[in-house]
């Protein structure tokens, strides 16, 4: 499969050195040789609409609506001119690169997502500080909005300064890790990025009471045995679906280990074992729990660990 299919990443921008670090990140990912369109989108904030309903109705209220939207366009140019300054630095190419800049509408998250996912882009790329209405959750209310929202363009979302170049995608016993393998290969195919395929297996612990598992020694043997050729079947497809997309074979591992019955600090431990500063999750299916689509673990991975970037898939 070729490697020259271009792909096309959004990066939100507000202006500050958060929101431009992730241009640091698609460089390392990778670099300026790659085929790729960086499309920078800066989504200008709006006051509330009953004010601008009202504008006309004083005249000098309706200059300083003017100014505002003078304001917000001047700021607009500045950021985008900052960040695509920064991407010509690391040797992109201008014409690969898009400054886009849109008045607010539906919501900072909504407007983003809305754009991403006209233009079919294949990811949004995105510090969880970086942006200004980012107070309130953990990571932000943009960031968990766009997570909420964003059904078909993939997230992806950084925290600290990622500097690990490897990238992990947990696999489970649903379709989840074909999800984000199919998406893993696409997007890193024509790089040389090594991929872990990770799977830690369920304790026995959390279907029985800790003090019982002393007892039961030839059992723990058999659970750890059948759950771990259980898993065999999803590891290798998605190795598969790797391989397909042009992942070369020596650059994806797999790996098995028994769980602690704490899947994500599992994962965030195999992460810094084997050097990865990305990790892949598929969505789950929607639901109504607070976790929606991207999954309790992924969102406690998100919360307790720093430089990673995790992509929602």
């Excluded at 202006?15 to 460089?27: E, F, I, N, R, W």
């Excluded at 190419?93 to 400054?99: H, L, M, N, P, Y």
């Excluded at 612990?205 to 898993?231: H, N, T, Y």
Aim: aromatic share 6%.
């Amino acid at each position: 499969m070729g490697d020259n299919i271009s792909k096309m990443v959004v990066i939100p921008l507000d202006g500050t050195g958060k929101s431009l670090q992730s241009v640091h990140y698609l460089d390392k990912l990778f670099g300026s040789g790659h085929p790729l369109q960086v499309a920078l989108l800066y989504i200008m904030p709006s006051l509330p609409p009953f004010l601008v309903e009202n504008r006309m109705k004083d005249v000098e209220i309706a200059k300083e609506f003017k100014a505002v939207r003078e304001e917000n366009d001047r700021i607009a140019g500045e950021v985008l001119e900052q960040g695509k300054n920064l991407l010509l630095t690391q040797g992109y190419a201008e014409e690969s690169i898009k400054e886009i800049r849109h008045g607010e509408k539906l919501g900072i998250a909504q407007d983003i997502c809305m754009w991403a996912e006209n233009e079919r882009a294949d990811a949004i790329l995105l510090h969880s500080r970086g942006l200004t209405k980012l107070e309130g959750f953990f990571m932000g209310q943009v960031t968990m909005k766009l997570l909420e929202c964003c059904h078909t363009c993939p997230v992806w979302v950084m925290k600290g300064t990622p500097m690990a170049e490897n990238v992990l995608i947990p696999v489970d016993m649903t379709d989840r890790g074909y999800r984000a393998a199919d998406h893993a290969g696409f997007m890193l195919r024509g790089t040389d990025r090594k991929i872990t395929l990770f799977h830690s297996k369920q304790a026995l612990d959390s279907f029985v009471p800790k003090a019982l598992l002393s007892g039961i020694p030839r059992i723990r043997a058999m659970w750890s045995d059948e759950s771990g050729e259980k898993i065999g079947p999803f590891m290798k497809k998605s190795r598969e679906i790797l391989i397909d997309a042009g992942i070369p074979e020596e650059n994806i591992r797999e790996k098995i280990r028994d769980g602690s019955g704490r899947p994500d600090k599992d994962i965030m431990k195999e992460a810094r074992e084997s050097d990865c500063g990305t990790i892949v999750f598929g969505r789950q299916p929607p639901t109504c729990d607070r976790d929606f689509a991207m999954g309790s673990i992924a969102l406690r991975v998100l919360e307790n660990t720093s430089d990673i970037t995790v992509w929602v898939v």
